[in-house]
């Protein structure tokens, strides 16, 4: 089973674009903090996403850099 949930923050506005049959498509990446080392420093991991039809119009609508969001989906 391939699934995930992600928590993070915008890195970026999203961009809206429009394939070539007419489908809306958002394309952003979110900042996910990891689990502190042993030096008590913490990762951080840049998570590229991709959203489709309905979803990508909300996304570009109320969401924009530094929001923080959670991604439910599968990777790809």
Not at 4 to 16: F, I, K, N, Q, W
Not at 32 to 56: C, H, L, M, S, Y
Not at 57 to 76: D, H, M, P, Y
Request: proline share 4%.
């Amino acid at each position: 089973m391939n699934n995930v949930v992600l928590v993070g923050r915008l890195t970026r506005d999203p961009e809206l674009r429009t394939t070539s049959t007419g489908l809306p498509t958002s394309t952003f990446s979110i900042a996910v903090n990891g689990r502190p080392n042993a030096n008590g420093e913490r990762t951080t991991d840049f998570i590229n996403i991709v959203v489709w039809r309905k979803q990508a119009e909300n996304v570009c609508n109320f969401l924009n850099k530094g929001s923080l969001v959670a991604i439910e989906g599968r990777i790809q």
